[in-house]
């Protein structure tokens, strides 16, 4: 029997601009302009596209003056874990079998800094002004997270493996943004369709992390000429699932 414990610490900060963020429309010789300068002239284009076309676009430096805090956040996180495993294999009768089983203890803690912005459009989506002002917000939590993994050898040639395991995902840090982006239609411009709608998008730095216990079995069956031939079967139990909700429509007081 083998016992191992350990643990181990990260921290890091995540920044991101409107070149990582913005996935509205550039027109040429506009505030948001990206593409013209590496000799692309298309009409429209958003900025997915346009790093996919060109991909030098991703690394670009972008003038401060004509960065849009709608689209940025900045977030801290610091990771603790801690945990503990131990191996062991024996025997019931003449079933030999072996083995592990642990478990992991995860601390996360999120500061985000972020802004709430009201911004004024133009039929084009281009903004005519903004008010911001600064948000931030956190999130702290703990998570237990066990294993266990048991191989029996009923024959030689034969091995059925069994395993369960809880195990977790932490949300996008775009997600977990408090950022609150609310964009109106300038209704004074005779360009604005009065059907237009305006947007508004919301972060969450209270999300849970997604968690799921793993059951999992597998028959091993090895052949005489060095085949194998294998049987699988899985089931997953998926809590706290995060996903984009777009409601349409919405009032926003």
Do not use: C
Not at 65 to 82: M, Q
Not at 178 to 194: E, G, N, T
């Amino acid at each position: 029997t083998l016992v191992d414990v350990g643990s181990n610490s990260v921290s890091k900060s995540i920044g991101a601009t409107q070149a990582a963020q913005l996935n509205g429309i550039m027109l040429p010789g506009g505030p948001f302009d990206f593409v013209n300068g590496f000799g692309v002239s298309v009409p429209y284009m958003s900025y997915p596209a346009g790093a996919a076309a060109v991909p030098d676009i991703a690394n670009v430096t972008y003038d401060a003056s004509n960065f849009n805090p709608a689209f940025g956040f900045k977030d801290h996180e610091r990771l603790w874990e801690f945990y503990g495993q131990t191996d062991f294999k024996g025997s019931l009768g003449d079933l030999p079998f072996e083995g592990n089983a642990g478990v992991r203890a995860v601390h996360v803690g999120l500061t985000s800094d972020a802004a709430v912005t009201t911004s004024l459009n133009n039929g084009l989506n281009l903004l005519v002004s903004q008010t911001t002002a600064p948000i931030s917000d956190s999130n702290a939590y703990w998570r237990f997270l066990p294993a266990f993994n048991l191989n029996l050898h009923p024959r030689d040639n034969i091995n059925l493996r069994l395993g369960i395991s809880r195990v977790m995902s932490r949300a996008e840090y775009e997600d977990t943004s408090p950022k609150s982006a609310v964009a109106f239609y300038d209704r004074r411009l005779s360009d604005i369709d009065p059907t237009q709608n305006g947007t508004a998008t919301v972060g969450n730095t209270k999300l849970k992390p997604l968690t799921a216990w793993q059951y999992d079995a597998t028959l091993e069956y090895y052949t005489p000429n060095r085949g194998a031939f294998y049987a699988s079967v899985f089931y997953k139990q998926i809590t706290d699932f995060i996903m984009l909700n777009r409601l349409f429509p919405r009032s926003v007081a």
